[in-house]
């Protein structure tokens, strides 16, 4: 399957809401990111949006971006 940016977009997507996603205590939500300029520009502040919009705090933490290697 060709890659297209709407396929690339969900998973930038999905990386950001679903993979780093840690609950530290009840007053603190994180969220962990990977470094990238549509996340960091777009989509970082949309999700910041959101969550005050119901009333979280989000804490959004930089992840590394690396796969790990099955060697």
Same mark, same amino acid.
């Given at each position: ?15 950001? !809401?679903?993979?780093? &996603? ?11 990111? %990977?470094?990238?300029? =549509? ?6 502040? !949309?999700?910041?949006? &959101? ?11 930089? %992840?590394?971006?690396? =796969?790990?290697?099955?060697?």
């Amino acid at each position: 399957m060709k890659p297209t940016l709407r396929n690339m977009a969900l998973a930038v997507i999905s990386l950001l !809401l679903f993979i780093s &996603v840690t609950f530290a205590d009840e007053d603190r939500f994180i969220i962990g990111y %990977v470094s990238h300029p =549509r996340v960091t520009q777009f989509y970082k502040p !949309l999700m910041e949006q &959101v969550y005050a919009d119901i009333g979280i705090k989000a804490e959004f933490v930089e %992840v590394g971006g690396e =796969r790990a290697c099955g060697c």
